[in-house]
């Protein structure tokens, strides 16, 4: 009956428990890096080393070296801490924009949610990836901008579901037996809205985790995403790009390391979906 | 009868806002497209004539191209302009935007066709089998190849069936510039990669819709009229199950948009989406301008045909009640 | 199929029942709250009875009747025992011999006729689809013997109903659209589970006529599976009542209604509540100087809609008013405004003297507790996820308590409305229907209020637990003086507690007077219409 077992018991189906194994190795990988990477990920050393070949000096490079020498492997376990550390700080603030606006188009309606729909709506019409270009054309590549691309790009969606969740629960009578008693609007919206809809949030949080951190990929692969000389998966595969055929190892290595880390995501999202529909639910 | 031409009424009234709300929403967008493109006009001059130009240089360019008008006025004439046909000049290819951005926006849409044409009765076809009978073999095994080829951005897709089919089979091109004329073959690669990230999304939706249907009071009574399991499926649920994947399937179209872009930078198909992605390397002002409009006309189109076509498809909604309940008078 | 048809003829005298049910048992899946839906039960139907099975929720009785059509819900299997049509058993069939008998000669017509109608397909279709699966006829033919049923269905405009979407058809009308489907191939046996219960009484009232005169001038034979013995005393010729899956009782109808043997049987029918009033509340007593609530003049419109049209009223404290409508007559709307959760277009109300609805701020916060609401959905009336003890808690801290009285409180609370202690604990997912509804009422008296609104509060229970929370609140009624305003569609409900009644339709109230006088002698047409679609007026 108790909601931890639920959850532990949902993690325990083999799906689940794959992605959960692939996103807890790589959250490991990101917070200890500067202990697992063998090199420095910025250092030069001999250029374009297929993997497992030795240096000169008799170290090995598991992965190879880029075109400026440097250590694949190495690169590879920074820009995990890159991914994990953009893309959370991204998705985070799209949570918190999309969350408030959400609960309050859902709860008052009229013109506030008017208002907010239709600011919704505009940037919905873009297709994603052209309104990341405008605005990282706009204002620059940097870690900064991709979070607000990303918080303008993820926010409405968050909005959306937010604000159709509000309005049904709106309609509940539990809603109703509040307001009737007097109980302020701020502690309807916080104390019985928000935590009947967690469940459906945790699901999408897992979900557009994985989707940020495509979107710093695709950035990063456009050549507009975080400047060099910063370990990004998505930079390493733009880098690489022009030496594929004869130097595969520079874009698979990257692309196999996003993949994984999404499909973890992925994977966890849907072992999550059957407790976090429980979650909220009566009866 | 009068009720009839009230629903008609109904069904006009709602187009009409269905159509305000397109052009409000057109209005705003490039409202926020120019202001954060051209709300700074020293930025412009930078990007029209490159950062090597001297202070001097950008301020004669400014006032001769009437950039010291108030931001309002400037973008009412460029409003005004862009409807008129008028796009200005790319600074990069010195060409008429106009011209440079049709036959790109052709062979894109040649792409997106063709990969649509893949994605649309793969992704149904395999939600409608997965969904009917949930729980089964088959739904998990499409349940797992959806999330594994959702997973999956576009750019690594193309890497790994590139290494695959180019680098070591060697079976396919790895670009696709259509250099010498159309070849089917140099499409197969761009098409793959854009089905493998769609088809999973189309077939989860249908499988999931299909999944609801299939548990609603309707289809027990069609079983307890002594229908066929299969006459079921065919007659009653997927008439039924189809009209949301359908609607899903147009608000697809823009997320299909982003993988064409990067998809046709992967394979250097010599599309809109690399017009575009060459005027956000070049800062090319008026071209991103061009493209990005563009770009949301599609999608908001797609919306409102998305919006009739559910509409039309669902009895329970004014459009066929009002015409059926017409035929019956 | 030749054999099968040999076999029916053979059985064709009138000793062998049309179907028979012999030691019927059906597992649940594991880890349900019992091992068996239906255990070892047994009946048989005769040519052109109807047979009622009666029960409470989970009594059992759904899962008996999927397994007849040989269609148990997911999950359920048949485990034991043997179902035979004349004298053919149904139980080994394959599949494909199944679609030969379903809706050919057994049938069945459902609880929500809207949902159990495919919504993209004309009814007219639909109908003509049972002559596709199960005779060979032309569509000509087809489509004129669907018109013929449709018109036998004593539906207006055949040709139009035909055309008809379920959606553009009102309740009662897609019930008869799924009447003539069943019936289409002249079943032997036609299965009916709870076909009124989502129904308005007065369309209930029809419907069980329609069904009756199907036995009585067609000679169909009828399995009816009910949860309201009122329903069964109006068509019930024999009766089967289960409990927990097993059937613990059967005999004849009058048998059972008035000499019943089961003490479970006994108590289901002592839960029915009966037309007449309790003798020692039937008038009003002596009027109090002031009403606690005055309505005067209320009306809500939208659009050209007037939900609710200049209603007024006086309720004075520890008496009973009861609000009796049916679905749509703007009762609902009315107990809203009361509690401000709508606004009404024109009128006022006042509470102990004081304009309730233009209140604001601590003035308002002070006088809400005065007016609260027990709700209609036990499910949604709770939020999933506090216990119950803190929702009581967090009303008596609104009321003004303290953190810690309040907490005293909620345990008071909860042994006033008769619920253990040890259910302070848990959340709402923990409690049965009819526990929630005591916790909604403790929610409700821990704002001290003077009247107390129930929206529809009983219509969602068992007939036992509806029996006790009337018994509970006549109780707190007594000891706390409250007044209770009672929003119901049951009229029988509405006799039990009320001291006075109001009837509304169509936004209107139509005839309000003291209980018994309108139950006795109706002025209203509308009121009688009511009073006589009331299932059950022949129980004593």
């Known amino acids: 009956m108790s909601t931890k077992h639920v959850w532990l018991k949902a993690l325990a189906r083999p799906t689940p428990a794959i992605g959960a194994l692939l996103v807890g190795g790589w959250l490991v990988i990101a917070l200890l890096s500067h202990a697992l990477a063998p090199y420095d990920p910025f250092h030069s050393m001999v250029p374009l080393m297929t993997p497992g070949a030795h240096g000169p000096d008799g170290s090995v490079f598991w992965l190879g070296t880029d075109s400026l020498g440097r250590d694949v492997l190495s690169r590879l376990i920074y820009g995990a801490r890159t991914v994990v550390v953009v893309a959370t700080v991204a998705t985070l603030t799209a949570y918190a924009v999309g969350i408030s606006t959400g609960l309050l188009a859902g709860y008052f309606r009229g013109r506030v949610d008017i208002a907010l729909s239709f600011f919704a709506n505009v940037i919905l019409s873009f297709p994603v990836l052209v309104l990341y270009i405008v605005i990282i054309v706009a204002l620059g590549a940097s870690a900064a901008n991709v979070v607000l691309a990303v918080t303008f790009g993820s926010a409405p969606a968050i909005f959306r579901i937010v604000r159709a969740i509000t309005i049904e629960l709106r309609s509940r009578d539990f809603i109703a037996a509040a307001i009737t008693q007097g109980e302020s609007t701020w502690r309807i919206l916080l104390v019985e809205i928000l935590p009947n809809s967690s469940g459906p949030l945790i699901v999408d949080f897992c979900l557009r985790l994985g989707y940020s951190a495509i979107t710093m990929g695709v950035l990063g692969f456009l050549g507009l995403g975080l400047p060099p000389p910063t370990p990004d998966w998505g930079g390493m595969v733009n880098e690489g790009r022009t030496l594929a055929f004869a130097f595969p190892h520079l874009v698979l290595f990257p692309c196999l390391a996003i993949s994984s880390l999404v499909l973890g995501l992925s994977l966890l999202a849907d072992g999550l979906r059957r407790p976090a529909s429980r979650l909220g639910k009566a009866g | ?329 | 199929m030749r054999l099968a048809r040999s076999i029916a003829v053979q059985a064709d005298d009138e000793t062998v029942p049309i179907l028979a049910v012999e030691r019927l048992s059906i597992a649940l899946p594991k880890g349900a709250d019992r091992a068996f839906a239906v255990e070892d039960a047994s009946l048989e139907l005769r040519r052109g009875e109807i047979l009622c099975v009666v029960g409470e929720s989970g009594s059992g009785k759904s899962a008996l009747s999927g397994a007849i059509m040989g269609a148990p819900a997911s999950g359920l299997k048949v485990v034991g025992g043997s179902v035979r049509l004349k004298g053919q058993e149904l139980t080994k069939l394959s599949e494909r011999a199944w679609c030969r008998i379903r809706g050919n000669r057994i049938a069945m017509i459902f609880q929500e006729p809207m949902a159990s109608l495919n919504p993209a397909v004309p009814v007219g279709l639909q109908i003509m689809e049972v002559f596709e699966l199960h005779a060979k006829l032309s569509v000509a033919e087809r489509r004129e013997r669907a018109l013929a049923l449709i018109r036998s269905m004593q539906l207006p405009d055949p040709e139009r109903i035909a055309a008809s979407f379920p959606h553009q058809l009102s309740g009662g009308q897609c019930q008869r659209v799924i009447i003539a489907m069943a019936l289409a191939m002249n079943p032997e046996v036609l299965i009916a589970d709870e076909p009124t219960t989502a129904l308005d009484v007065t369309t209930q009232a029809q419907v069980l006529k329609l069904i009756r005169e199907l036995r009585t001038l067609h000679g169909h034979t009828i399995l009816f599976i009910t949860h309201d013995f009122g329903v069964v005393a109006e068509i019930a010729d024999r009766i089967a009542v289960m409990r927990h899956g097993r059937i613990i009782e059967m005999g004849e109808a009058r048998q059972v209604l008035t000499q019943p043997q089961h003490p479970y049987t006994r108590e289901l029918l002592a839960a029915v509540p009966s037309l007449v009033p309790p003798t020692d509340q039937g008038e009003v007593m002596a009027p109090a100087a002031k009403p606690v609530l005055a309505v005067t003049g209320l009306a809500k419109s939208y659009g050209r809609v007037h939900a609710v049209n200049e209603i007024s009223f006086d309720l004075e404290r520890g008496t009973t008013l009861s609000i009796v409508g049916e679905s749509g007559c703007g009762k609902s709307s009315l107990a809203r405004i009361l509690v401000r959760l709508t606004a009404p277009t024109a009128g006022r109300v006042d509470v102990n003297g004081k304009c309730f609805l233009t209140l604001t701020g601590g003035e308002l916060r002070s006088s809400c507790r005065a007016v609260q609401m027990i709700f209609q959905d036990p499910f949604g009336s709770l939020n999933p996820l506090r216990t119950a003890g803190a929702v009581i808690a967090r009303a008596a801290v609104l009321a003004g308590a303290d953190v810690r009285t309040a907490r005293e409180r909620a345990g008071e609370l909860f042994d006033r409305v008769g619920l253990p202690r040890e259910g302070l604990q848990r959340r709402p997912a923990a409690f049965s229907g009819g526990q929630k509804q005591r916790i909604g009422i403790a929610r409700a008296l821990a704002m001290n209020p003077d009247v107390l609104i129930a929206d529809e509060s009983l219509s969602a229970l068992d007939a036992s637990s509806q029996a006790q929370i009337l018994a509970l609140l006549r109780k707190l009624q007594n000891e706390l003086g409250l007044a209770i305003l009672l929003i119901t569609h049951d009229l029988r409900v509405a006799a039990q507690i009320s001291h006075r009644i109001a009837v509304m339709q169509a936004g209107r109230i139509v005839e309000i007077g003291p209980a018994g006088r309108v139950i006795n002698s109706p002025e209203h047409p509308y009121t009688r219409e009511l009073l006589e679609s009331a299932p059950g007026r022949g129980l004593v």
């Not at chain 2, 999956?152 to 089979?169: G, M, Q, R």
């Not at chain 2, 159309?182 to 793959?192: A, D, G, I, N, Q």
């Not at chain 2, 229908?227 to 199950?241: D, F, G, K, Q």
Request: charged share 15%; aromatic share 10%.
């Open chain 2, 1 to 329: 009868m009068s009720a009839a031409s009230d629903l008609s009424g109904g069904v006009s009234r709602w187009l009409l806002r269905k159509l305000f709300g397109m052009l409000l929403t057109m209005l705003a967008v490039s409202f926020l497209v120019f202001a954060v493109l051209e709300l700074n006009v020293d930025d412009v001059a930078v990007k029209v004539l490159g950062q090597f130009s001297t202070a001097d240089q950008r301020h004669a360019w400014l006032v001769q191209n009437g950039y010291t008008a108030p931001f309002l006025w400037r973008y009412l004439r460029w409003i005004g302009e862009f409807v008129t046909g008028h796009w200005g000049t790319s600074t990069y290819y010195r060409e008429d935007v106009l011209t440079l951005i049709a036959p790109r926006l052709a062979a894109s849409g040649l792409l997106a066709g063709a990969a649509l044409l893949v994605i649309v009765p793969l992704g149904l076809v395999m939600g409608v089998i997965a969904g009917m009978r949930e729980g089964s073999f088959v739904d998990r095994l499409v349940s797992v190849f959806a999330v594994v080829t959702t997973s999956i951005p576009e750019f690594a897709s193309a890497v790994f069936l590139t290494s695959l089919f180019v680098f070591w089979l060697g079976w396919l091109p790895g670009v696709s510039t259509m250099a010498d004329g159309f070849h089917l073959r140099e499409l197969v690669l761009p098409v793959s990669v854009l089905t493998l990230y769609s088809a999973g999304y189309v077939a989860r939706m249908t499988r999931s819709s299909m999944v609801e249907v299939m548990q609603s009071p309707y289809i027990r009574t069609a079983r307890l009229k002594g229908n066929s399991m299969r006459r079921i499926i065919v007659r009653h649920a997927l008439r039924n199950a189809l009209i949301t994947p359908v609607t899903v399937i147009m608000l697809q179209i823009p997320w299909l948009m982003s993988g064409v872009i990067v998809v046709e930078v992967f394979f250097a198909y010599q599309g809109f989406g690399t017009l575009l992605y060459q005027a956000a390397l070049n800062t090319d002002i008026y071209l991103i301008e061009a493209c990005t409009m563009i770009s949301v006309v599609v999608v908001v189109l797609t919306q409102v045909a998305s919006d009739l076509l559910y509409t039309w498809l669902n009895p329970r909604m004014s459009i066929r009640t009002a015409r059926t309940a017409a035929g019956a008078k």
